[in-house]
């Protein structure tokens, strides 16, 4: 029973994740799209090269994403393959003699220790990826409100000169 509701729990977890990194990914594409839909390559200024910075930040974060979603994937892999050697023990264990069941037990045990050393590389990559996915979406964000802030400082004066 509590190992059900722990499996439960994990599943939650990782759909939330999923979800999160999803809204980032799609709030930073619909960021890019507004940004260029709003940039006037015109009026080329110093000011553009903090939207240019906004763009990059936007677009490493997207990609931040995508790495962290692919690293979320073989997180559910290797914990399934786990969970599959874990009940292949437990079923050898049942119904093979201990002789055989001991040879089954120790290579099956080797596999599952390089699964979990994999599993926590995979976890921890996941991990940083999303982390910089935010930290790269905020940073976006205040870049594209500098320069928004920016060209109107800059539209105001050149209308309104100080006299």
């Not at 553009?48 to 995508?66: H, I, N, R």
């Not at 991990?127 to 930290?135: G, M």
């Not at 594209?144 to 800059?154: D, G, K, P, S």
Request: glycine fraction near 4%; charge should be neutral.
């Amino acid at each position: 029973m509590a190992q059900q509701s722990a499996l439960e729990l994990h599943k939650l977890a990782a759909e939330t994740t999923a979800k999160y990194i999803y809204f980032l990914l799609a709030t930073s594409g619909a960021a890019i799209a507004y940004s260029v839909e709003l940039a006037d390559p015109s009026k080329l200024s110093w000011s553009l090269l903090l939207l240019v910075l906004a763009l990059l930040s936007w677009g490493v974060s997207f990609y931040a994403g995508c790495r962290s979603l692919q690293f979320n994937i073989s997180v559910h892999n290797l914990s399934f393959e786990a969970r599959q050697v874990t009940e292949n023990i437990e079923t050898g264990q049942k119904k093979l003699e201990p002789q055989y069941f001991n040879e089954l037990r120790e290579g099956q045990e080797d596999y599952v220790h390089v699964i979990n050393k994999a599993l926590n590389a995979h976890e921890t990559k996941a991990s940083s990826y999303l982390i910089l996915q935010f930290r790269l979406f905020i940073t976006g964000v205040v870049l594209f409100v500098l320069w928004r802030a920016t060209e109107f400082i800059i539209n105001a004066v050149s209308h309104y000169p100080c006299k």
